[in-house]
């Protein structure tokens, strides 16, 4: 088999002014280059080639960054605007970017290697929904009264809680579904009241760059929200060390997110870690197989498996077992695999060479290990970096391609005899972000559900994160949520108010 790599041809006159111009930093309203020279190539996955040049941000670049942000804060501007005209705002950005929609799609697809439709329609289709979730709150931030009695012999108190701000935000981003991921730290900081500087993955910048230019045209008041972009150990670690960052909301892997809390401990930031997965599926006998099947596929082969919520480990009650794990490589097997932007494309590459040698270092474990291979495996020919959709088999549960994330399309098969079993296997692993289960028994599917260690269950279906539900992990998965109320509350602080009335 081999593969092409992206007809540029098909890119639209937007996705072209904006690779054709030089990528800067954001600080306020300036676009500014870095305070050192020195940049990194953003590569096009589908052949390898330098699609741009980013600057490398410095931590003098980080300090600037976020002293705008603070002063921001403190500008009567956004700290005494209206709820509802913040909600307006939010609503305005939200319109902005379904308007170039198309635009965002195709540069995720050269940047990130994923369907330039996924990008439009799933990836800039949940960041619109985000915003317009999260634009609902700024009206809804109340506090309380409460009736404290007389603590104090014949004094009368009147006391109240009230939300604020938690401060400047510190958002770092991962490479997998960029966009995506800044949108759950930019939509909270607008509801709330906060300013944010993000540090994109180095390795995918473009859309974040993109949709920091849109924000500033919908009416976004300059220093709200700020970019950086740069390394990891060099702008990302500054970020996160910057005394008057009061928050960091880092999406990462477990690594990284181990080495941020440690650093953040030193100006004790509030702190919240999305971080990998190594997600279980369960197929019970009675599941309808044929709707299980072309789920699980979706589930683990979506953005090539680069996902955190990848459903990579699948346990397959014994009597339908090989039943299961055929329907499942023959939709593997039917996946078109191309670059992002032909229309035909649903698995593109993996998003460098680094990582497609890592995951097939994964996949060469296994079989060394013994397992058996019902279909992919191999790397594609071709100028990109793809691979197979690959399905194992006759693997071990403590093996590394079952124990550990490897962020690539590759399942694993293991049969069970019971639901204890099922709940065991599952939960035996460092992770517990995301957990499904296909079973046509609603009995089956209680029992199961409050044993599985993790913090989203999906039953009968694929993942899709939606902005109202709370999004994160137990274990070494994370610390805190994104989306949902959960995340209003770590972007705000509660202060209590206790007046004397006599
Ligand atoms: P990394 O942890 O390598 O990097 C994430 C971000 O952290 C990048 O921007 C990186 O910068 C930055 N970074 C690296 N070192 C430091 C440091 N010392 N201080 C501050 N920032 C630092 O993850 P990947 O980008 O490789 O993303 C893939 C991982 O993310 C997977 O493990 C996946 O499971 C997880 N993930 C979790 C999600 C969730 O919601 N739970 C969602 C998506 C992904 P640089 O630009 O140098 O790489």
């Not at 319109?95 to 995720?108: K, N, P, S």
């Not at 009061?246 to 999406?251: A, D, E, N």
């Not at 941020?260 to 870690?273: F, G």
Request: with cysteine; charged share 20%; hydrophobic share 40%.
């Amino acid at each position: 088999m081999n593969v092409m790599a992206n007809d540029f041809n098909s890119l639209i006159p937007d996705t072209r002014r904006f690779l054709e111009q030089e990528m800067k930093h954001l600080i306020g309203d300036n676009w500014v280059k870095s305070s050192k020279s020195g940049s990194f190539p953003v590569i096009d996955p589908s052949s390898g080639s330098i699609l741009t040049e980013i600057p490398k941000g410095t931590s003098q670049d980080i300090d600037e960054a976020v002293q705008v942000a603070n002063a921001t804060l403190n500008d009567p501007l956004w700290r005494d605007m209206p709820p509802a005209s913040r909600e307006k705002l939010m609503h305005r950005f939200a319109d902005l970017i379904e308007g170039h929609a198309e635009e965002l799609g195709q540069l995720e697809a050269l940047d990130v290697g994923m369907p330039s439709v996924v990008g439009q329609f799933v990836e800039v289709g949940n960041v619109i929904e985000t915003l317009r979730y999260m634009a609902g709150w700024p009206t809804k931030l109340n506090g309380k009264t409460m009736d404290i009695g007389e603590p104090i012999p014949e004094k009368r108190f009147f006391a109240y809680t009230k939300r604020e701000p938690v401060g400047v935000v510190g958002a770092i981003i991962p490479w997998n579904v960029p966009l995506m991921i800044a949108m759950w730290k930019i939509a909270p900081t607008l509801a709330t009241g906060c300013t944010i500087v993000i540090k994109p993955s180095e390795v995918t910048p473009l859309a974040t760059l993109r949709l920091a230019e849109l924000a500033l045209d919908a009416g976004i008041p300059p220093g709200v929200i700020n970019v950086v972009n740069g390394l990891g150990n060099e702008a990302g670690q500054a970020l996160v060390e910057h005394p008057l960052v009061s928050k960091i909301s880092f999406t990462g892997s477990v690594a990284t997110g181990k080495l941020i809390n440690k650093t953040a401990t030193d100006t004790l930031k509030n702190v919240t870690l999305e971080l990998g997965g190594k997600s279980p599926v369960i197929v019970l006998d009675d599941a309808d197989l044929e709707k299980a099947s072309k789920g699980i596929s979706m589930g683990i082969f979506g953005n090539t498996g680069q996902v955190c919520v990848a459903g990579s480990r699948l346990y397959i009650q014994r009597r339908v077992f090989d039943e299961a794990v055929e329907r499942i490589s023959k939709e593997a097997r039917s996946l078109k695999v191309g670059p992002g932007l032909h229309p035909e494309t649903k698995i593109g590459p993996l998003v460098s060479k680094d990582h497609r040698d890592k995951v097939i270092s994964y996949i060469d474990a296994g079989l060394k290990s013994g397992a058996e291979t019902i279909t992919g495996g191999s790397v594609i020919d071709g100028p990109g970096y793809y691979i197979e959709p690959t399905v194992l088999s006759n693997v071990s549960q403590s093996s590394k391609v079952v124990q550990e994330e490897i962020f690539g399309p590759v399942i694993t098969a293991i049969p069970f005899d019971d639901l204890d079993e099922a709940a065991h296997l599952a939960n035996d692993t460092s992770y517990g972000l995301s957990s499904y289960i296909w079973s046509q028994n609603i009995q089956r599917v209680h029992q199961l559900v409050p044993k599985i260690r993790a913090g989203q269950v999906y039953v009968n279906s694929t993942p899709f994160p939606h902005p109202a539900m709370p999004m994160g992990g137990y274990k070494q998965s994370g610390i805190g949520r994104d989306l949902g109320e959960e995340a209003i509350n770590h972007y705000t602080e509660h202060k209590s108010v206790v007046i004397g009335i006599n």
